[in-house]
């Protein structure tokens, strides 16, 4: 099933239903007004909701209205937690500055997670809004999943199964900026989907489908998310329990989709500026400035848009 959060004037909005093909909604009031709720009783909770989901996908639905981005929040606005780290090797390989036979084996053996803001994401459709351009704005085009609890000491098969959703994600970096400071927000698409929504292509805790991402109406990235992921999400996960238990309604993301073949572009300007550094000795490719728009997307095999899509505008304050 396909579930967003609605802007109701609330920190938390109002959960609806959308359908499949992203055309319609329905309010999951009856159920449940938050996806907080839901991942807290997953097991009564969302066999309720994928029985809504049904009805909404057969026209049945008697309540249902045109499904609208414009009037989401991020799917979980608010998390316990939200850590993300590079799973893609290529990405820690440019960004160092090594190849990887010369890169510490610590940065193989695990995951490098870290802690971000939480306590407040922004929409699919908001405004960036940053106090200067003189940060280094940057993007990380990724995916993420929301959990249900994982027990400490959970094994990537078992942390896999505690895996409630998929999401889309854009983390706004200031690159010149420390890790504080640095990461002012993160946005997530409109929808968050389970699992199943993905096919065939959700495979061992990868996502094998192209991640598009397009800045100022040019498309600078088409990469696959699942083929150079070297940590998939269980992993990920697992790591993550190693000291402590994950409680429902964490969120984690597995850094910026990158690729081996830097042909395929690029889902952060930073890699890209590595790449021109290590070919010509310094970078040409600017970080973003106020007025540049990004566009973030995933589309399914049969071509439809599997969590809708990010679509933003850098800007300062009013």
Same mark, same amino acid.
């Given at each position: ?12 909005g ?13 309010y ?10 839901? #991942? ?8 309720q ?6 009805? #909404? ?7 249902? %209205? ?10 979980? *606005? ?12 290529s ?33 699919? !459709?908001?405004?960036v ?6 940060g ?47 990461? *002012? ?20 805790? !990868? ?10 109406? !040019? ?17 990920? #996960? ?17 850094? *910026? ?14 890699e890209?500026?590595?790449?021109e ?9 600017? %970080? ?5 728009? #990004? ?24």
């Amino acid at each position: 099933m396909k579930l967003a959060t609605y802007k109701d004037a609330s920190r938390d909005g109002q959960l609806v239903v959308v359908s499949r093909d992203l055309s319609t909604a329905h309010y999951a009031t009856g159920i449940a007004n938050r996806l907080q709720q839901v #991942l807290d009783d997953w097991r009564f909770m969302a066999p309720q909701l994928q029985d809504l989901y049904e009805l #909404l996908n057969s026209g049945k639905a008697r309540h249902a %209205f045109a499904f609208d981005p414009a009037r989401c929040m991020a799917p979980l *606005p608010r998390a316990y937690q939200w850590v993300s780290g590079p799973a893609y090797a290529s990405h820690i390989e440019r960004l160092g500055g090594l190849p990887a036979a010369d890169l510490p084996a610590g940065l193989y053996a695990e995951p490098l997670l870290r802690q971000g803001r939480s306590d407040g994401f922004i929409g699919p !459709r908001d405004d960036v809004v940053l106090a200067s351009e003189a940060g280094g704005i940057d993007f990380e085009a990724q995916l993420a999943v929301i959990t249900g609890d994982v027990p400490m000491g959970a094994s990537p098969e078992q942390a896999l199964a505690g895996i409630r959703l998929l999401m889309l994600g854009s983390d706004i970096c200031l690159r010149s900026l420390g890790v504080l400071q640095g990461r *002012p927000m993160t946005a997530f698409g409109p929808v968050a989907v389970t699992p199943d929504e993905a096919g065939d292509a959700w495979r061992q805790g !990868r996502l094998g489908l192209g991640l598009q991402t397009t800045w100022n109406g !040019r498309k600078v990235g088409l990469c696959d998310a699942g083929e150079g992921m070297t940590f998939h999400f269980g992993q990920l #996960l697992s790591h993550l329990c190693k000291t402590r238990p994950v409680s429902a309604g964490s969120i984690v993301g597995a850094g *910026p989709v990158s690729h081996a073949d830097w042909r395929q572009g690029y889902n952060c300007i930073a890699e890209k500026r590595a790449v021109e550094t290590a070919d010509t000795g310094q970078p040409t490719t600017r %970080f973003m400035q106020f007025g540049d728009t #990004l566009r973030i997307e995933v589309k399914g095999k049969n071509g439809q848009s599997l969590f809708g899509a990010i679509e933003q505008e850098i800007t300062p304050p009013a």
